[in-house]
């Protein structure tokens, strides 16, 4: 039986008995020195080590770490702000599959792209809370729905429809993330005001590499959105893809972007690129566990306090593979057998792997009907599940 843990009490261990902190004192420094090291001790040095100033060379030098080194402290500064062994299960919904007008390469829900998704509209109310309720009995406190849309505009009735699905899922306890595009500042406001945790928007590369990737959307069109939601008061969720025949300056890149910004991101994801037949990327060789482990030890040397997510290609990682992805910092992963269109890991693999390696869910952060004074509606009939 999984035993969860709340946040509240990660939060008083961290800052009452974390064991990481006398151990940070007193780690000897080792004979060959890295900038992972020198980075990562400076971060466990202090409970307010969050830094935004961080250049690309410095780290560029905690990245080119050597990877013994690099995973080691970046698991001393997971331990030191995080409980080292609880991963937030969160489940991934396509409440609106495909016909996007966006060019994203690594996408098979592109218009432009001849692969085998087809557009659907956006799904009934009845069937997403039937799949909210699904993923909360399987274990996950974030439910994220994800539709594939440019953008908001000329989508009133069903930006209106989602805003309810939002109110109703954070009624059943659960955090409550959206990707839907860019959105505007008046649509990140009503978003806040209907409940909403997060909002993803992914940055997916550094700024160099990213017109070889997307031609219809900029980047800074994207990190206008960053900042709409920001200044709404709702959680970042945003970061990238690697696999996508990137340089490895252009992971660094991105890592800056979202180690500098205003505020690190509450939620960094880190996808491997699952190649799909007819998108241009379905060529590109697959991700190798070190380049993972490489990503996720610097993001969370460099945003310590982020929730760094093990997201897709994850379901081309063995156990062993994933266990050194949560040493080396990641704490979450979506759960189910979908991730939008392609394959995620079995349910009953991801339990087996909690049981194996003593990992705990964590429970959901503040979100409970009572604190948001809304009501919850009467259970439905359910309806079909796309999950
Ligand atoms: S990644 Fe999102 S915006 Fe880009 S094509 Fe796919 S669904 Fe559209």
Redesign the pocket.
């Known amino acids: 039986m999984l035993k969860r843990i709340s946040v509240a009490a990660r939060a008083m261990a961290s800052h009452s008995s974390n064991p990481a902190a006398p151990l940070a004192a007193n780690v000897p420094r080792s004979l060959l020195g890295s900038a992972a090291e020198d980075a990562a001790l400076a971060a466990v040095a202090t409970n307010s080590a969050l830094r935004f100033d961080w250049s690309k060379n410095e780290i560029k030098r905690i990245y080119d770490s050597p990877l013994m080194d690099l995973l080691f402290y970046s698991s001393l500064v997971h331990r030191k702000f995080h409980d080292g062994r609880a991963v937030q299960q969160c489940t991934l919904l396509s409440i609106k599959t ?1 016909g ?5 390469s ?5 218009s ?1 792209h001849a692969t085998t998704v087809e557009a659907t509209k956006l799904m009934k109310e009845d069937a997403v809370l039937a799949a909210a309720r699904k993923a909360k009995e399987a274990g996950s406190s974030r439910f994220c729905m ?5 953008d908001m505009e000329g989508r009133k009735s069903n930006f209106n429809s989602i805003l309810g699905y939002v109110k109703e899922i954070r009624g059943m306890g659960m955090e409550v993330c959206c ?1 839907l ?1 860019m959105i505007t500042e008046t649509q990140a406001k009503q978003l806040k005001e209907a409940g909403l945790t997060a909002y993803n928007h992914n940055l997916d590369t550094s700024r160099e590499f990213y017109p070889k990737i ?1 031609t219809t ?1 900029t980047y800074d069109e994207r990190l206008d959105t960053l900042a709409h939601v920001r200044d709404a008061g709702i959680n970042v969720c945003s970061g990238g893809i690697i696999g996508l025949g990137e340089s490895h300056d252009d992971r660094v890149g991105m890592l800056h972007t979202l180690a500098t910004l205003p505020e690190h991101p509450e939620s960094v994801p880190v996808n491997a690129l699952l190649a799909v037949e007819g998108t241009p990327l379905e060529a590109q060789e697959p991700v190798k566990i070190w380049e993972m482990i490489r990503m996720i030890g610097t993001a969370r040397i460099v945003m310590p306090q982020t929730m760094i997510r093990l997201s897709a290609g994850r379901v081309r990682f063995t156990q062993p593979e994933q266990a050194m992805c949560f040493m080396a910092g990641a704490n979450s992963i979506f759960t189910g057998d979908k991730l ?1 269109t392609t394959p995620n890991n079995a349910y009953n693999d991801d339990k087996a792997m909690f049981e194996t390696l003593g990992l705990v869910p964590l429970e959901p952060k503040s979100v409970t009907a009572k604190d948001l004074e809304i009501e919850i509606p009467a259970p439905k009939v359910k309806d079909e599940i796309l999950i």
Request: hydrophobic share 25%; with cysteine.
């Open positions: 495909g996007c007008s966006e060019d994203c690594y996408c098979p829900q592109s432009k994800g539709a594939a849309w440019r990707t595009g997307i959307r939008l």
